[in-house]
């Protein structure tokens, strides 16, 4: 009941997900979206689930005046002030969940994350990189050649610079990309084949 | 009004860059607010997005009761929050699990795998790639030459270092150290084209700075 209803609910899914593939039989298809429907919904609840989990431990760090607990606060404010304002006004253009709250406080701060990771990468290869190998140089000279190919003086350094820099980016390094594709669809392949058969079990924990 | 929530922006987007220089309780402010408000939309998003159109219209307006199915599968997640029942919280998951897996075979089997197998499947050299080499003798016309050729044999390279059955010895270490060398060819490219993104959205927030919101420039 425990371990064997959840593996026959995956079998079943994760089958009709790959016979509507190649029987597409309007019958099977039906069967497949409603349960592919059925999974949507179920998704959605999981987000609900998180966050619920993310109000109940922060709502309990600032009952109990537990560390940090004024950034909690902040953090349970935020999320009732975007739930409340987007449940009721929606989160279309021109509510104010979007235009305020959303273009406003979450666009600046993610687009701020992003960039300022520039700066840490760049600090991480400074700290950790050293050129031993004639490999590791391979590494150095097409990330700085990229780089330098995208900055407006490229042109100056050399006029084929940019175009050198794009069969980089083009070639070898879609190469390079291809080749992980191929061996990360393989992989997928066959973990996606060892949970439906019931091989691959982790998920359902070890009680 | 305007003005204010522009000077909201202006002042998280500091609180964040405040980071650079050390952990402060602005910047723990900041990440805490992104936080929820990232939850908060997300909820609204499902919420509008699925449950409704999804879940409460067919239920209510057009009486498929049997989309009370997942309406009970989704309600048994949170038995999760349940010592003694939290095991039924596996059905859904399961759900979850096995849809994902089912679409997954598919999808990266027909989407990644046989159409990168078939982009590679073209001849190793292209005559016309000579002739535009001779006509015109830039540098970029002479790597062209070998684009075909690092498409086909420089893939089996990159894969064939992968492949750990045979051992990478005699004739075939120089094979997998072709194919280590693309790699890092690969590598080096994604983090200087990783770098210059963040730097290019690094400006567009100095400029939302300085120009937006400050108008200092």
Redesign the interface.
């Known amino acids: 009941m425990?371990?064997e209803?959840?593996?026959l609910?995956?079998?079943?899914?994760?089958?009709?997900?790959?016979i509507q593939?190649f029987i597409p039989h309007p019958s099977i298809n039906r069967i497949a979206g409603?349960?592919?429907?059925?999974?949507?919904?179920?998704?959605?609840?999981?987000?609900?689930?998180?966050?619920?989990n993310?109000l109940?431990i922060n709502g309990e760090i600032v009952y109990r005046r537990g560390p940090?607990w004024?950034?909690?606060l902040?953090?349970?404010?935020?999320?009732?002030?975007?739930?409340s304002t987007?449940?009721f006004g929606?989160?279309q253009e021109g509510s104010f969940?979007n235009d305020?709250?959303?273009k406003?406080?979450?666009?600046?701060?993610?687009?701020?994350?992003?960039?300022?990771?520039?700066?840490f990468?760049?600090s991480a290869?400074f700290r950790a990189f050293r050129i031993r190998t004639w490999?590791?140089a391979?590494?150095?000279?097409?990330?700085?050649?990229?780089?330098l190919g995208?900055?407006p003086i490229a042109q100056d350094i050399w006029s084929?610079l940019p175009?050198?820099v794009?069969?980089?980016?083009n070639?070898?390094?879609?190469?390079?990309?291809?080749?992980?594709?191929?061996?990360?669809?393989?992989g997928?392949?066959a973990?996606?084949?060892k949970?439906?058969l019931g091989i691959e079990r982790s998920?359902?924990?070890n009680? | 009004m305007e003005l204010f929530?522009?000077s909201?922006?202006?002042i998280?987007?500091l609180s964040?860059?405040s980071?650079?220089y050390a952990d402060n309780p602005f910047y723990?402010?900041?990440?805490?607010?992104?936080?929820?408000?990232?939850?908060?939309?997300?909820?609204?998003?499902?919420?509008?997005n699925?449950?409704i159109p999804?879940?409460w219209t067919p239920l209510t307006q057009h009486g498929e009761l049997?989309?009370l199915?997942?309406?009970a599968?989704?309600?048994a997640?949170?038995t999760?929050?349940f010592k003694g029942i939290g095991?039924i919280s596996?059905?859904?998951?399961?759900?979850?699990?096995?849809?994902y897996?089912?679409?997954?075979?598919?999808g990266?089997?027909?989407g990644?795998?046989v159409l990168?197998?078939q982009?590679?499947l073209i001849p190793v050299f292209v005559p016309a790639t000579i002739d535009a080499f001779t006509t015109n003798m830039?540098?970029?016309n002479f790597?062209?030459i070998?684009?075909n050729l690092?498409?086909t044999v420089?893939?089996i390279t990159?894969?064939f270092?992968?492949f750990f059955s045979l051992e990478h010895k005699g004739g075939l270490k120089h094979v997998a150290l072709a194919?280590?060398?693309?790699?890092?060819?690969?590598?080096?490219?994604?983090?200087?084209?990783?770098?210059?993104t963040?730097?290019a959205?690094?400006f567009?927030?100095f400029y939302?700075l300085f120009v937006e919101w400050l108008k200092i420039a």
């Open positions: 425990k371990r209803i959840p593996i609910i995956t079998l079943i899914f994760g089958v009709f997900m790959i593939f409603t349960l592919q429907e059925w999974a949507i919904v179920v998704i959605s609840f999981s987000y609900v689930l998180g966050s619920a993310i109940r940090d004024p950034y909690k902040a953090l349970v404010l935020a999320f009732l002030l975007m739930v987007g449940l929606g989160i969940a305020k709250l959303f406003h406080i979450y666009v600046p701060m993610a687009s701020t994350m992003y960039a300022s990771l520039a700066f990468i760049a290869a490999q590791a391979v590494l150095a000279i097409s990330a700085v050649l990229v780089m995208r900055i084929e175009d050198v794009e069969w980089i980016m070639v070898p390094n879609a190469v390079a990309q291809r080749g992980i594709l191929i061996g990360a669809a393989l997928a392949i973990t996606g084949l949970v439906i998920y359902l924990g009680e | 929530w522009t909201i922006a202006g998280l987007t964040v860059l980071f650079l723990k402010a900041a990440e805490h607010i992104f936080i929820g408000i990232a939850a908060g939309y997300v909820f609204c998003a499902q919420f509008h699925v449950f999804n879940l049997i989309m199915i997942p309406f599968l989704g309600s997640l949170f999760r929050f095991w596996r059905w859904p998951m399961s759900v979850i699990i096995g849809t897996a089912g679409l997954a075979v598919i990266f089997a027909s990644d795998l990168q197998v982009a590679s830039t540098f970029v790597l062209n070998f684009t690092l498409f420089g893939l990159v894969l270092y992968f194919g280590t060398t693309l790699l890092m060819i690969g590598f080096g490219a994604g983090y200087g084209y990783t770098v210059m963040r730097i959205l690094l567009d927030r939302f």
